[in-house]
């Protein structure tokens, strides 16, 4: 079957969250396939990736932007079955990756057409569908708002998450002088090295405030990306340097308390947080322009790709989630269709 007389059926399979809790609460269900309005493409979608506002969402903790499908899932990659009356720069049949409000977890969806990207030359859809919301997220807050540079130094919270992987890429290939991680395990301490961590930190077992001390040599380290939150933001006021930035992501451990700010007034610190999810459509379209500029061609060199560490198929959502509850993993996981290629 050609991709131009591909029939959209009108119900598709997709992953509910019937009540908040955990992984069992994601459940299959029937739902209609949504019609792409006149600024949007539809999607079939071959793979969505899992991530932490998803557990967030399952949870109860996040609920989606108004409007936003109701499914979890904000990355996908897969083949353009449809477009609105508006789009011009993707055709059916073209296979492409997108950044979605939610309805990842499903066989189709629709996404905003300048929130979606042809994949780079060299990725499998599985990575593709690994890449738009992390990439983005790190991009976002590492280089736009954090401007880390080459010859700057930065700790990487949660080095073995998929925001963890990334950043460590993209600070190696942007020359970050070095790079310091924490993990969980010893062999996520060897996965990170290997990926390009300078030094990768077990919080199990050592304090990273006292080795991103003497890693650096008392100075400190100049950009935090943080995903945990809890006491690790007053941690982080003592391991970053002089005029510091630190970047909050995500609140895994819940908010700072008993926060003492001065070293954040002696140290000239700056404490920035954001969410990708909420942007609006054309924020997001500037994030993807300089990835596509900057980032697109370090894939397509096979210099950087996502990290994908385990995939599931879509019905299994809830193993998928069981596994990045356990934190045993290092990089993305990721839900397949089983959907073949059309055309």
């Keep these: 079957m050609s991709a131009s007389t591909y029939r959209v059926p009108s119900s598709m399979t997709a992953i509910e969250i019937k009540q908040p809790g955990g992984p069992e609460v994601l459940v299959p269900t029937t739902r209609p396939v949504p019609t792409p309005a006149a600024d949007q493409v539809l999607i079939r979608i071959h793979a969505a990736a899992v991530n932490g ?60 057409a300048d929130n979606v990207m042809h994949i780079p030359k060299g990725l499998t859809l599985v990575e593709a569908g690994a890449m738009p919301e992390t990439f983005m997220t790190v991009w976002l ?15 990487i919270h949660g080095g073995a998450s998929g925001i963890g992987t990334t950043a460590t890429m993209l600070a190696k290939a942007f020359g970050a002088a070095k790079i310091i991680t924490t993990v969980g395990s010893q062999a996520h301490r060897e996965a990170s090295l290997a990926l390009g961590a300078d030094l990768a930190i077990n919080y199990r077992e050592e304090d990273f405030v006292a080795e991103t001390k003497r890693s650096t040599d008392g100075r400190g380290v100049d950009v935090i990306l943080d995903i945990i939150a809890g006491d690790y933001v007053a941690r982080n006021y003592d391991a970053a340097a002089m005029d510091g930035r630190i970047l909050q992501v995500g609140v895994i451990m819940g908010p700072a308390k008993d926060l003492n700010l001065v070293p954040m007034l002696t140290k000239r610190l700056t404490h920035m947080g954001s969410t990708l999810r909420s942007r609006t459509s054309a924020d997001k379209a500037t994030i993807i322009n300089e990835l596509e500029r900057q980032v697109w061609p370090l894939i397509e060199s096979g210099q950087i790709k996502p990290v994908v560490y385990k995939t599931f198929a879509l019905a299994d959502a809830r193993g998928a989630h069981e596994l990045i509850d356990s934190g045993t993993h290092f990089g993305k996981i990721v839900l397949t269709t089983g959907a073949e290629l059309i055309g």
């Excluded at 807050?141 to 130094?153: D, I, M, T």
Aim: contains cysteine; aromatic residues 8%; negative net charge.
């Design 141 to 155: 807050n590492l280089f736009q708002r954090g401007k880390l540079v080459a010859g700057e130094s930065v700790l």
């Design 53 to 112: 506002p998803d557990v967030f969402q399952r949870k109860g903790l996040y609920d989606p932007p108004p409007g936003a499908s109701d499914i979890p899932g904000l990355e996908v990659a897969g083949q353009v079955v449809a477009v609105g009356a508006d789009v011009s720069q993707f055709q059916i049949g073209e296979l492409v990756c997108a950044l979605i409000p939610g309805g990842g977890y499903a066989e189709y969806a629709v996404a905003h």
